[in-house]
């Protein structure tokens, strides 16, 4: 008989004796594949922890070359890292398993918005924020606000470091519920330790190497998320193309992707959060210079389509997988449609490729986590009074403790939290897409933007997000609290604005002098 794998066959008369061959076989090639898993993710994160030892020798320049790298690195770099600290485990878990459970109309409105908003942040964010925040010497969002509107109290910095800290410990958290569902699914490991495990794996580059460690990592993911989509939608394509089976038939709204325009305006509304994503900002921070935007932007944006398309596709191809072969743990009662990648990819590759490819999910959770524990840390040392007035040594020293605290909050809201990845990431980038979205977008291209404006925006932007996530619904339709949000947050910073006193003519002036070198 054949053996799974088609490794050997073997000719027996006794029907008990082939049967037990056959499971010790099973129990032989499950432990095989294990194994192999196991060596390929090692030689994974060993290759992480060697970035992060090289980018530890390579920082020169104490705390800011932690938090931001120097201003160094150049357009691919910081457009794929952009996108995989982006995407996180969302790309390859949420959206392709949001696909699978109700077909295309989710996936395209969304995918839609957030290649929309990608471009427009690239283009009406980035040069003037890099050139913004180096005139000020700003290297942190909340820095660069509190600069922006002369705020000598730090109200303004103490505000947007409590929005950075309450979002950002929900995003990171997402990011490792997608890992431990990786370890559980892979290893058949618990999901306590399956979460110890990916925090461990994040802190430890992170700690070492800091931004350049996350921006080389991220790159590196980046291609490996990119990689293991393209291969898995194409291969999962190839393996039911001759079946006959017939998609629409098992989902018949899989292909369809009309829907109420409130719930298609609050998915496009997802593109509006990439304008207040400080994770995504950093990048246009630290980018080497304004003119590697255009080519970082042309990037970035092919790398996302590219992504996005591919992980559409491989919930499609799922559903008529499933149908013929079955993905065991995935649809039907009990199952998770976010596991959908995982089980194709195991389905469908030989151990020593699928290795790599489940090791792309583990770059999308740590692509993102990395970036926002950076962020966090970098708050608390240049935002927060007492801290942010201590010597770059003293600084990077609280930084790294920093990355271990803000991680071990996430491992208790990712242990207690029952919410899947995609709710989990909604709540989060809807609230820093409200909070500083609207703010960015006028304090760059509005000079008439006032300190009591950017306050109210901020605070308003938050609370709406919180207002509607809990308190409002429209039955029927889905309505993402982001879109509410960001409009009422935006009128709200211009009718103050114009209320309240004109900003300094010292802000005025770095205003001026920016746009003058825009022309």
Request: aromatic residues 12%; glycine residues 10%; neutral net charge.
């Amino acid at each position: 008989m054949d053996l799974p794998g088609n490794y050997c066959i073997v000719t027996v008369r006794d029907p008990l004796v082939e049967i037990n061959l056959f499971l010790d076989s099973c129990r032989c090639c499950t432990y095989y594949h294990q194994m192999i898993y196991i060596t390929e993710f090692l030689v994974y994160l060993v290759v992480l922890l060697l970035i992060g030892l090289y980018s530890m020798k390579k920082q020169t320049l104490g705390n800011e070359g932690f938090i931001i790298g120097g201003r160094t690195l150049g357009p691919l770099t910081t457009a794929v890292s952009a996108g995989a600290s982006d995407m996180s485990s969302w790309l390859l878990l949420g959206l392709p398993g949001a696909v699978f459970a109700s077909g295309l109309v989710e996936g395209i409105w969304i995918s839609l918005g957030l290649t929309i908003g990608a471009y427009f942040n690239w283009l009406i964010v980035a040069k003037r924020l890099r050139l913004m925040s180096a005139k000020y010497s700003a290297i942190t969002l909340p820095s660069f606000i509190s600069k922006r509107f002369d705020d000598p109290k730090g109200i303004l910095r103490l505000i947007a470091n409590l929005v950075i800290l309450f979002f950002f410990t929900l995003y990171v958290a997402s990011g490792f519920k997608g890992g431990t569902l990786l370890f559980a699914h892979t290893f058949g490991a618990t999901e306590k330790l399956s979460l110890l495990v990916t925090a461990a794996v994040v802190i430890s580059y992170t700690f070492l190497g800091g931004y350049l460690a996350v921006c080389l990592t991220d790159l590196l993911q980046g291609l490996l998320m990119l990689t293991a989509l393209v291969f898995c939608a194409v291969l999962g394509y190839v393996a039911i193309s001759g079946t006959g089976v017939d998609i629409s038939a098992i989902r018949p709204n899989a292909f369809s992707i009309t829907t109420g325009w409130i719930t298609a305006a609050s998915l496009l509304a997802w593109g509006f959060g990439y304008f207040g994503q400080p994770h995504i900002l950093a990048r246009f921070i630290g980018i080497k210079d304004t003119d590697s935007v255009p080519k970082a932007r042309r990037i970035g944006i092919v790398w996302m389509i590219i992504c996005l398309v591919m992980a559409i596709s491989i919930g499609l191809v799922g559903i008529g997988y499933d149908a013929v072969h079955g993905l065991p743990g995935v649809g039907g009662e009990g199952g998770n449609p976010e596991r959908v990648f995982l089980a194709l990819t195991t389905a469908l590759f030989h151990p020593a490729f699928a290795g790599f490819v489940l090791a792309a999910v583990l770059a999308a959770v740590m692509s993102t986590a990395d970036s926002q524990l950076l962020v966090l840390t970098s708050s608390l040392t240049e935002d927060v009074p007492g801290i942010k007035d201590l010597d770059s040594k003293k600084k990077m020293i609280i930084s790294r403790a920093g990355v271990v605290g803000f991680a071990l909050l996430a491992v208790l809201i990712a242990a207690t939290d029952k919410g899947n990845i995609l709710s989990m990431v909604g709540y989060a980038w809807g609230g820093f897409g409200a909070a500083f979205g609207p703010l960015m977008i006028l304090s760059l291209c509005w000079k008439r933007t006032t300190w009591w404006g950017a306050l109210s925006g901020i605070v308003t932007g938050a609370a709406t997000i919180f207002i509607v996530k809990n308190f409002i619904s429209i039955p029927g339709e889905y309505f993402y609290e982001l879109m509410p949000g960001f409009i009422v947050s935006f009128i709200v910073v211009v009718v103050v604005s114009l209320l309240t006193k004109k900003p300094s003519a010292e802000a005025l002036a770095v205003y001026d002098e920016t746009v003058q070198e825009l022309a």
